[in-house]
């Protein structure tokens, strides 16, 4: 067995500084590849269509620092891959009129992969009654085709030579049952394949409009989220990982989607061997944002809220970002969390680089512009 001289540090120390050296670099431009980039999913890619979709109909509309109508103080992932790739920020696909040829974000701020039906049909009540699903935006996608080609074989190859990123999804859906008080495993032997079948099915109908390049998110360690902290805070130490500080039922939840995900992208990548389908890990980084934080510049921690309204995490539902009640830290990048459900820009543009570079994508985004692969 190789030993260690007192006081040498330890190969995943190694790797957590290397990783966190990693976070104070933008995603470098990569070789022009991708002509277009089309992004489904939820509040964790939206770029404005939640905002432009309910203009007028909501009170109390939070205001959203720029860029506009962002659940962040700064730049997504998607943006940080748009800019390493080459191509513009995505439009939302809600602003009509745009032109959409060089991609467009669906994603919509609350946005399940599961349709309204299921959770009526489950007496899940807690759910908006909005139109914003997965399949939804899959219908958004057919009519913005529409607009950007005008035959199956010019839409088959503008799509071969996009990239296209569907996800995060579940973590909504998994967020509402927590609310009609499912328990651990009825949401573990219910909803989670579920959601995996109707991202499956969703995947399976865009390689079919002739996509090669798929990059499928994960979902986030939920039980590390301030307003699950928050919301289901208890007094039983046991209920929570003594390492980061986070729910472990929450966290189990997000492992096993997880999990379960990737088996069924495996099988899905041996039926379509003519694309490549990408697993992206949002789990695992912020995992280590919340163990080592100090390791990658965070300061204030991992579970505490830059913008909220107070109590342990700073957040309260009282008064979330946007609302009266609710002030802004002066130092946003030594949070992990912004407004006690999303992330910093920060810690998204480190995620963007391990999806593009590795080690959080498989295989890393990067790997699939080598010249000499061939599909």
Same mark, same amino acid.
């Given at each position: 067995?190789?030993?260690?001289?007192?006081?040498?540090?330890?190969?995943?120390?190694?790797?957590?500084?290397?990783?966190?050296?990693? $976070?104070?670099?933008?995603?470098?431009?990569?070789?022009?590849?991708?002509?277009?980039?089309?992004?489904?999913?939820?509040?964790?890619?939206d770029?404005?269509?939640?905002?432009?979709?309910n203009?007028?109909?909501?009170?109390?509309?939070?205001?959203?620092?720029?860029?506009?109508?962002?659940?962040?103080?700064?730049?997504?992932?998607?943006?940080?891959?748009?800019?390493?790739?080459?191509? %513009?920020?995505?439009?939302?696909?809600?602003?009509?009129?745009?032109?959409?040829?060089?991609?467009?974000?669906?994603?919509?701020?609350?946005?399940?992969?599961?349709d309204?039906?299921?959770?009526?049909?489950?007496?899940?009540?807690?759910?908006? %009654?909005?139109?914003?699903?997965?399949? &939804?935006?899959?219908?958004?996608?057919?009519?913005?085709k529409?607009?950007? &080609?005008?035959?199956?074989?010019?839409?088959?190859?503008l799509?071969?030579?996009?990239?296209f990123?569907?996800?995060?999804?579940?973590?909504?859906?998994?967020?509402?049952?927590?609310?009609?008080?499912?328990?651990?495993?009825?949401v573990k =032997?219910?909803?989670?394949?579920?959601?995996?079948?109707?991202?499956i099915?969703?995947?399976? $109908?865009?390689?079919?409009?002739?996509?090669?390049?798929?990059?499928?998110?994960?979902?986030?360690?939920?039980?590390?989220?301030?307003?699950t902290? =928050?919301?289901?805070a208890?007094?039983?130490r046991?209920?929570?990982? %003594?390492?980061?500080?986070?729910?472990?039922?929450?966290?189990?939840?997000?492992?096993?989607?997880?999990?379960?995900?990737?088996?069924?992208?495996?099988?899905?990548?041996?039926?379509?061997?003519?694309a490549?389908?990408?697993?992206?890990?949002?789990? =695992?980084?912020?995992?280590?944002?919340?163990?080592?934080?100090?390791?990658?510049?965070?300061?204030?921690g991992?579970?505490?809220?830059?913008?909220?309204?107070?109590?342990?995490?700073?957040?309260?539902?009282?008064?979330?970002?946007?609302?009266?009640? $609710?002030?802004? &830290?002066?130092?946003?990048?030594?949070?992990v969390?912004?407004?006690?459900?999303?992330?910093?820009?920060?810690?998204?543009?480190?995620?963007?680089?391990?999806?593009?570079?590795?080690?959080? $994508?498989?295989?890393?985004?990067?790997?699939?512009?080598?010249?000499?692969?061939?599909?």
């Open positions: 067995m190789e030993r260690r001289t007192r006081g040498s540090p330890s190969w995943s120390v190694l790797l957590c500084l290397c990783l966190a050296a990693a $976070a104070e670099t933008l995603a470098d431009p990569l070789p022009p590849y991708y002509n277009a980039i089309f992004s489904f999913g939820d509040s964790f890619s770029t404005g269509n939640f905002v432009i979709i203009s007028g109909k909501l009170p109390n509309m939070p205001k959203f620092p720029p860029p506009y109508a962002r659940c962040s103080n700064g730049r997504l992932v998607i943006d940080f891959l748009a800019e390493a790739l080459g191509v %513009p920020l995505l439009p939302p696909s809600a602003n009509k009129g745009t032109n959409f040829t060089q991609g467009a974000n669906f994603a919509v701020m609350g946005a399940t992969a599961l309204l039906k299921y959770f009526r049909d489950n007496n899940v009540w807690s759910i908006p %009654p909005f139109n914003t699903s997965m399949n &939804c935006q899959l219908e958004w996608f057919q009519e913005v529409k607009t950007i &080609c005008s035959s199956p074989q010019e839409c088959s190859s799509f071969g030579k996009a990239l990123v569907f996800g995060e999804f579940g973590g909504n859906d998994y967020s509402f049952a927590w609310k009609a008080e499912w328990t651990l495993e009825r =032997t219910e909803m989670v394949p579920a959601v995996v079948a109707s991202m099915g969703g995947i399976e $109908a865009i390689l079919d409009e002739g996509a090669r390049h798929v990059v499928v998110p994960g979902n986030l360690p939920a039980g590390c989220i301030p307003i902290l =928050t919301m289901y208890t007094d039983d046991s209920d929570y990982d %003594p390492r980061t500080g986070c729910l472990k039922k929450f966290n189990s939840v997000a492992l096993y989607h997880n999990a379960m995900l990737r088996i069924a992208l495996d099988q899905l990548q041996r039926r379509r061997p003519e490549r389908i990408i697993y992206a890990d949002y789990y =695992t980084p912020y995992i280590q944002f919340a163990r080592t934080p100090h390791l990658y510049g965070y300061r204030r991992a579970l505490r809220a830059c913008c909220g309204g107070g109590g342990p995490y700073n957040y309260n539902m009282s008064a979330s970002c946007g609302l009266p009640g $609710a002030t802004t &830290c002066d130092d946003p990048d030594s949070h969390s912004w407004d006690g459900i999303h992330l910093t820009e920060a810690p998204y543009r480190f995620i963007a680089n391990t999806w593009l570079k590795g080690p959080y $994508a498989h295989p890393p985004i990067a790997s699939l512009l080598r010249d000499d692969m061939v599909y």
